[in-house]
């Protein structure tokens, strides 16, 4: 390997070229150099990848609870149920992709292993479906069912669906995180292409899944099933096979070892020292690692922050460490350096500002639920020619794309220029808050267009589609607000995970998102449950009854509105709180951040 060399300026070289200043590495390990890895060039084969994958997996999700109850023949609560459980396997798998990434394989690796076995688990769906499910021939659509099917060939579908959620679900934190390591955010230039990544991440998702949502939604509802599989495992493989296409150009970050671990001998530490006396500004007495050893596994150093000053005594070099030192046998279960030490305590930071994002979840997974039947009750037809229900979320995805758009163009050079303090617009925490701001106005915007659908709605209907004279079209301001609040508060909050985590643990930030959705699932199942058990006392219909026009589905929303609105004061209380993390550049070059305000 080339000789590192440090110039005046503070800049790597390897040889005469300049090589990244945050301690990525190419393919091979060596320091990546700037001109030839990383940037645009890798950056848009992973957007490309991310779009692809995308509408893999939601060509197979968006219409898996259909193929449960027309193909397998399950009732709807089942069916359900199973979807449920399976797209809470997917955030399962993610925590464990974030895991392995972060600890032993490292970021490409994991997507490459996840990817491979995602596209296995499509091609066995398609096949099985080809070749077992869809009997007889043509069956699967509205009018159609399929006949039964042996207890193997329903295992094998079974196995091949839960191979898309442990491949999607183990590739999907990681792929973000790639992405952002392709950017040297030492460097301003690519500081700036790294945020902006960001953004256009979360587009292509959503273009993915647009055309998922739309064209392969349309396929598949009218039973054309193993075609809409096949595409999806095409998309699949097609991204596959580009991402290993630029993997000489790609920059990596070394896998920093078990996180668990180092957490536990943080806390084990500083227990074994709890009876010591702790200087008051004995920073100087913590434990650092030597300056020529300045990163651990190339990741950079946290500074020592106030806070949590019990877990400083993991750091504090008491005489018996003093001894171990001198026979260079430092025990790591009595004494830790302060970057293991900080990294305990970005985590707990992180923690309330994470919980604060459930309830935004709560709000986003409307628009699979309750959004759909509030529009299956509403008008759906446009001369002879009729509007699916769940086709509407295609209105947020449209909004996304604006939103995005506006807000990188115009909103963020607009905001700069006022703030005139040289920072770049709006901080990851304050467009979070603008997030759930513009979510509680989701919520009301539902709640009086669901006040004035019962006014028009026959209350004495049986199947109440279309029950009620009010168009569909007027959820469109619901589910555009959706897509606006979405790149405020899911792009901030992919930012500020990837921006405040330490270098060692990117894919569990990333990781975090996706929780947050999935609980935010959970919690608005058991709101709903909760709802329905309090307001159908008294034999009362209840406010999400199965005939909505005797229900109350605009409280539902205003209650949603009310909680939102609660927890934004809590958001700003935590977010004031709040303190960066604050790293050093390698070997003493410091590039602290300021503390994130609202």
């Not at 018996?320 to 026979?327: A, F, G, N, V």
């Not at 004279?469 to 897509?483: D, E, K, R, T």
């Not at 004031?576 to 410091?590: D, F, M």
Request: glycine share 8%; proline share 3%; aromatic share 12%.
């Amino acid at each position: 390997m080339a000789c590192l060399e440090v110039c005046k300026e503070g800049k790597f070289k390897v040889g005469r070229e300049e090589c990244t200043f945050d301690g990525t590495v190419d393919w091979h390990g060596r320091p990546a150099i700037k001109d030839k890895s990383g940037q645009w060039v890798a950056g848009i084969i992973i957007l490309l990848n991310q779009g692809l994958a995308t509408l893999a997996f939601f060509g197979v999700g968006v219409n898996l609870v259909l193929f449960l109850t027309r193909v397998l023949q399950q009732s709807n609560a089942d069916a359900a149920n199973n979807v449920s459980k399976w797209t809470g396997t997917v955030y399962i798998f993610s925590l464990v992709g974030a895991f392995l990434s972060d600890s032993y394989w490292g970021r490409y690796k994991t997507c490459a292993i996840f990817q491979v076995i995602f596209v296995i688990g499509l091609v066995i769906l398609s096949l099985s479906s080809y070749l077992f499910l869809i009997r007889p021939k043509g069956c699967g659509n509205e009018l159609t069912p399929c006949g039964s099917h042996s207890s193997m060939e329903v295992s094998l579908f079974y196995l091949s669906i839960y191979l898309v959620a442990l491949g999607n679900g183990g590739y999907q934190p990681n792929i973000a995180t790639f992405g952002a390591d392709q950017f040297d955010e030492e460097d301003p230039r690519e500081g700036q292409s790294k945020v902006a990544f960001f953004s256009y991440f979360y587009l292509a998702l959503n273009l993915g899944s647009l055309f998922s949502n739309t064209i392969l939604g349309y396929f598949e509802d009218e039973g054309v099933w193993a075609l809409g599989f096949w595409a999806s495992a095409g998309s699949a493989f097609a991204a596959l096979v580009l991402f290993l296409g630029g993997t000489s150009r790609y920059r990596h970050f070394k896998p920093s070892g078990n996180p668990l671990s180092r957490f536990c001998q943080v806390i084990i530490a500083a227990m074994k020292k709890w009876k010591l006396e702790m200087p008051r500004d004995g920073e100087e007495e913590l434990y650092n690692v030597h300056a020529k050893d300045c990163s651990m596994n190339g990741n950079r150093k946290i500074l020592h922050t106030d806070g949590f000053k019990f877990l400083d005594r993991a750091a504090f070099i008491s005489s018996r460490d003093i001894d171990d030192q001198k026979r260079d046998c430092r025990n790591p279960w009595r004494l830790c350096p302060i970057t293991q030490v900080e990294e305990v305590k970005c985590i707990l930071r992180l923690l309330p500002i994470w919980l604060c994002t459930i309830i935004y979840s709560v709000v986003f997974t409307q628009m699979a639920s309750l959004f759909v039947e509030q529009g299956a009750a509403m008008k759906t037809t446009v001369s002879n020619f009729k509007i699916p229900p769940a086709s509407m979320s295609s209105f947020d995805i449209l909004s996304v794309a604006f939103f995005i758009f506006l807000y990188r163009r115009v909103l963020d050079p607009l905001v700069s220029r006022v703030k005139k303090t040289g920072s770049k617009g709006l901080t990851e925490l304050q467009r979070m808050g603008v997030g759930l701001v513009i979510a509680i106005v989701a919520m009301i915007s539902a709640g009086l267009v669901e006040c004035y659908r019962l006014r028009y709605a026959r209350k004495d209907c049986t199947h109440c589609e279309g029950s009620s004279s009010m168009s569909i079209f007027w959820q469109v301001p619901q589910y555009a607000l959706i897509g606006a609040s979405e790149v405020f508060m899911y792009v901030g909050q992919l930012e500020f995970f990837n921006a405040q985590t330490p270098d060692g643990l990117k894919s569990f930030g990333s990781a975090l998102c996706m929780t947050s959705i999935s609980l935010g699932n959970y919690v608005s199942s058991l709101l709903v449950t909760m709802v329905m058990k309090i307001s159908t006392e008294d034999h009362m219909p209840g406010w999400i009854p199965g005939n909505l026009n005797k229900g109350h589905l605009d409280r539902f929303y205003f209650l949603l509105a009310t909680l939102t609105t609660i927890d934004l004061v809590v958001y700003i209380a935590c977010a004031r709180w709040y303190k960066s993390i604050q790293l050093e550049g390698k070997c003493e070059l410091n590039d602290q951040e300021e503390n994130f305000r609202v």
